[in-house]
């Protein structure tokens, strides 16, 4: 089939947190219900499901997570599983999206799902470690370890204060608090943030995205003429780096962030003053500061100043930055986080974010990091004319 | 008919304690500040023996008003040998008695106290004991470390020279694994933060909210009310959600320097609201075993208590050791 673009048909997602009553399957029935009812399909209309995971396999030795996440909604076209840690989610949209834009698939649904609460927190900290280089586990890191030595290095590099950092969470706990599917919805203060425990120095508790449970889901179809209102994947780009921090050139940007928001903006054709919302990869808060540098919303250095003085939040800020709480707030279910990312790209555009909509909102960005940055993975999302 | 209740009780709190942030300096998120540490020479049942001896000199009943003795405990000496004839053999209890060992993780005893009272109440004379006891298990360095400690406590259940009345009792089952240990495994394991939403405060919530209907009361009609304390916090938690203020719980809260005895705690916890109630209190009682349940009573402090001699527990808290960390890393002297 012909295709001029990439529609999102339905978006759906669920809850985010500890989601004690629900298991694997039940999170991709809920999510995958939510969207196929969203866009008005049914699973017989579905030409391929692609998943967005990262750990079942390892949590619950179930690997081939395609044919089984495929079994739990009763698909028996094709499937298949994307795994890039983090990315995984926005990987596997990614992947949706050159199907449908090859015109070899009408409608891929892509469903993003991580189950993480059952498991004691010292077993997932090791499996999410697995994102970074072998050569890093054996010297002890941990995600927070990894991050927290780029946050140092950033703190002496632009010789900033520390305690900064709170804004980030502050402002995507402020978003939280108004998204129902949020894991946390309450608000926390500047001083609650610095007060928090020291996790790996300088990162602290309130800087770190949590573990939580839940699954989102989009269909992509493919279209001759988009309808007016409806949502298009208007571009896809990735970019990599090397897997190990100690090979990077610096420690306080992400080259792939820069690579993949190149390309972005090359192909679709906008500027940064054009962007009204963004979702960016809050793993923790120093990922958001140097996602915005790189992304060129300010200069190297300049993010915790630009973020202090409101930029990204909600009624005080031009473009809103996580506006679903980010994964600070909103939660962290590793696969599902790049696709609830265009779940609420989606919804501001079609304006269905109730007490956290933003006005008039025409362009959206999401930005998906696996590990420490050896995979980006950006989508552009638009309101069809 | 005359009503069955508490006819006496007697607890045990080991000789020696520990500051628990010398276990580990976290600690005090957990609302912790001393836990008790029994020694290498003593376990569930001599610690069951103390506290049932003392129960029998408290309340002047004789060995021939013994009718049946229960023992519960997650630390057994024998996985297969009972300890309720051990307590009973020490005690000089003859053989014309029922001897019941029960298991259920922390609410072994209240499950015990719930058939004891019902056959109490049946047999028309005599009084039974109700030992809940144990030296706590935890592995090494971990959460449950923090609060793990051992007390004993027990409660003599008859018809005559009540004490506390049983008003009513209720409970709440389901098959939840949030704290186990196997066959052969010396420590328990659990599922962390799965041991909050769905298994403590789901059954304790529920098995209150039960019986509050069972008994067509609200939370402010009660005097005092104990609820199991795997830590200094989930109870207070519990009682917020419930509707039952912090004075309320006050008397009740032995883990700040208890810790948790397990089996023992919801008992200790109601021997120390009756160590200082007044006649006419309306105290309740909710237990918690993992696994899980919870076993919930509503007890009615009769002017009999005006008669009993109370006062032991403070001074045998107060009388402690205090052992350093370094004493402490001495696993010889606590295993």
């Known amino acids: 089939m012909e295709v001029s673009d990439v529609v999102v048909s339905g978006v759906g997602a669920t809850k985010f947190g500890e989601l004690w009553d629900r298991g694997f399957s039940d999170l991709v029935r809920e999510a995958v219900g939510f969207a ?10 579905i030409d391929a499901l692609v998943v967005g995971n990262m750990l079942l396999s390892q949590i619950n030795n179930q690997a081939h997570v395609g044919a089984y996440a495929a079994e739990s909604i009763g698909h028996k076209e094709s499937s298949f599983t994307v795994e890039g ?3 995984s989610g926005g990987l596997a949209i990614r992947q949706a999206y050159l199907m449908v834009k090859s015109g070899e698939l009408e409608n891929v649904l892509v469903v993003g799902v991580e189950k993480m609460t059952d498991t004691p927190i010292e077993e997932i900290t090791t499996y999410l470690v697995g994102a970074s280089s072998l050569r890093e586990q054996f010297v002890g890191a941990t995600f927070p370890g990894l991050y927290g030595l780029m946050q140092r290095k950033y703190i002496k590099e632009h010789g900033v204060d520390g305690d900064d950092f709170a804004y980030v969470s ?12 949020a894991h946390f919805q309450r608000e926390v203060s500047i001083n609650q943030i610095n007060e928090s425990d020291m996790v790996a120095d300088p990162i602290k508790l309130l800087h770190c995205s949590p573990i939580s449970d839940g699954a989102a889901a989009v269909v992509l179809s493919g279209s001759k003429k988009p309808k007016k209102g409806e949502v298009l994947v208007a571009g896809s780009s990735q ?5 190990s921090l100690s090979y990077r050139k610096k420690l306080t940007s992400l080259e792939a962030t820069k690579k993949a928001y190149k390309s972005l903006v090359k192909d679709v054709g906008f500027l940064n003053e054009d962007v009204d919302l963004l979702e960016v990869h809050d793993c923790f808060s120093i990922a958001e500061v140097m996602a915005l540098e790189d992304m060129g919303f300010c200069k190297a250095g300049k993010g915790l100043s630009l973020l202090k003085n409101g930029f990204g939040k909600l009624g005080s800020s031009e473009v809103v930055v996580n506006s679903s709480g980010g994964l600070k707030a909103c939660g962290h279910p590793v696969g599902a986080t790049g696709v609830k990312q265009v779940v609420e790209i989606v919804d501001q555009l079609k304006k269905r974010c109730g007490e956290r909509q933003v006005k008039k909102p025409f362009l959206g960005i999401t930005h998906n990091v696996g590990g420490t940055g050896a995979t980006v993975v950006m989508h552009a999302l638009r309101r069809a004319e | 008919m005359k009503k069955v209740g508490v006819v006496g009780y007697g607890a045990y709190v080991p000789r020696f304690y520990i500051n628990s942030i010398d276990v580990d300096k976290r600690s005090g998120r957990l609302g912790l500040s001393k836990k008790s540490l029994a020694a290498w020479d003593e376990d569930s049942v001599t610690m069951g023996v103390e506290a049932a001896l003392l129960a029998m000199e408290n309340s002047g009943i004789s060995l021939e008003e013994i009718k049946a003795l229960y023992f519960g405990s997650e630390s057994p000496a024998y996985a297969v040998k009972p300890s309720s004839t051990i307590v009973a053999d020490v005690l000089g209890v003859e053989k014309n008695y029922h001897a019941v060992d029960l298991q259920f993780a922390c609410k072994a005893a209240t499950a015990g106290l719930q058939m004891l009272s019902a056959q109490m109440y049946l047999n028309g004379g005599g009084c039974g004991l109700i030992v809940g006891s144990d030296k706590s298990q935890a592995k090494k360095d971990d959460v449950l470390e923090w609060s793990a400690g051992a007390a004993a406590g027990c409660l003599v259940v008859g018809r005559n020279k009540v004490i506390a009345e049983l008003v009513s009792t209720t409970s709440v089952s389901s098959d939840t694994p949030d704290f186990w240990r196997r066959g052969g495994s010396s420590e328990p394991s659990h599922g962390g933060r799965f041991t909050g939403e769905p298994a403590y405060f789901s059954h304790v919530v529920m098995a209150t909210k039960k019986l509050l209907k069972k008994v067509n009361r609200k939370p402010s009609d009660f005097n005092h009310v104990v609820f199991h304390m795997p830590n200094g916090r989930f109870p207070l938690q519990a009682a917020e959600r419930l509707g039952f203020s912090e004075k309320q719980l ?26 200082k109630a007044k006649s006419g209190d309306l105290v309740l009682v909710t237990s918690y075993g993992s696994g899980a349940g919870s076993d919930s009573f509503c007890f009615l402090v009769t002017e009999e208590i005006k008669n ?8 045998m808290i107060k009388n402690r050791v205090r052992v350093t960390e370094k004493e402490y890393r001495d696993e010889r002297r606590w295993k």
């Open chain 1, 85 to 87: 840690a983090c990315a």
């Open chain 2, 308 to 315: 009993y001699k109370r006062g032991f527990l403070e001074k």
């Open chain 1, 170 to 181: 502050q402002k995507n706990h402020f978003h939280a608090s108004k998204n129902k599917k």
């Open chain 2, 250 to 275: 006050s008397l009740g809260m032995r883990v700040v320097d208890v810790g948790n005895p397990y089996s023992a705690s919801s008992l200790l916890g109601f021997i120390s609201v009756l160590e």
């Open chain 1, 239 to 243: 970019a990599g780096d090397s897997l």
């Open chain 1, 36 to 45: 196929l009812n969203d866009a008005s399909l049914s699973i017989k209309n």
